[in-house]
């Protein structure tokens, strides 16, 4: 049974309905997972973005010695294989048209000033699909390409 707003469905190509703040829930509820968007309206598969917990960035970057950016944070593979880990362990509860194959971080988090979120405080989706659409296609050529 799928509950959610009717506007936030994801029907993937295949013609399955999928209820994306079930999912996004799940990965919220990691540790390291602040936010998370999960996208793939006529695609094979889903993608996210993701905002990391900003404790978590922080105590990773003192810990490695690095700065607490994005930027930084987001090309560094042992941080994005523990997000990555964090992703795998949601997608252990998940159905397969429901897991989440692939994901990029968000440049900020998502908040009412950049308009990502509603004053409610929730997702809009159309804002982050606007501002991250380029790179979440890119996201399934990469995949293809077996990278």
Known sequence: MITDRKKDIIVNSGGDNISPQRIEGLMTLETEISQAMVYGDDKPYLVAVIWPDEDFMREFARDN?????????????TFRKIIRSAIDRVNTRLSTIEKVRSFMFAEAAFGIDNEMLTPSMKIRRHKIRDAYGQQLDGLYQRKRKGQ
């Open 65 to 77: 010695s690095i700065n607490n950016d994005i930027d930084e944070l987001s090309q560094n593979d």
